[in-house]
């Protein structure tokens, strides 16, 4: 399965071949940053809360009163917020590779035999990962949704567009495997599933409504 951007910037060489432009190529490369980031954030952001919470336990504080998250009435439930991040990350570790070196084959200042390399092992890693995407993501959906009725948030609507996107996302991901939309139609689905403007966006949406809920 391949992981091609949805951008289609391209400029003319010599010999009249086309070639990505600089834009093209860094958006995989842009895109693996910001899942990298997002994941970190999600994570101290968590270890902030649990630092706080036992904080507040040991000083007979309550958690209101450490943070304005309770007097706004938001609530996350860390565990199963947290246990949907790990599961997400796992499964789509191959699909961040593989945008990353389509990236960094794009590159001009390689040469071809470098650039056959880095397509072999994305080849490789996506053999032995595949599998992990099919399969865990559904499950961190699964975990996304409880997360969801667990918590509540009433300063920002963001984080439920967020787990909207992922479930479209992960929707579209099954439409694609099992072949369930029409065959003219296959291409298009395909580019959605696979775009890093989408992908980003849905990144940048959790993390912007996370942020506003903590």
Known sequence: MNF?????????????????????????????????????????????????????????????????????????NELTGQSAAWVFALANLTAVLSLFSKGLASRPQLSNKTKERIRRLNQIQKKGLMRFHYWLNPLGLLLAAIHFSLSTCRSSPLPEWGILGAATLVLI????????????????VYRIHTSPLFIGLVVIVLLIGHNIVD
């Open 4 to 76: 091609s951007p949805m951008i289609h910037c391209r400029s003319v060489g010599r010999g009249g071949t086309s070639r990505p432009t600089n834009l093209q190529a860094l958006m995989p490369v842009i895109l693996f940053a910001m899942v990298v980031i997002g994941f970190f954030m999600f994570a101290s952001r968590a270890d902030a809360d649990g630092e706080r919470e036992q904080f507040g336990k040991r000083h007979g504080k309550s958690d209101s009163s450490l943070s304005s998250r309770g007097k706004r009435g938001d609530k996350g």
């Open 173 to 188: 991901g099954s439409v694609i495997r099992f072949k369930l939309s029409p065959k003219r139609l296959r291409k298009a």
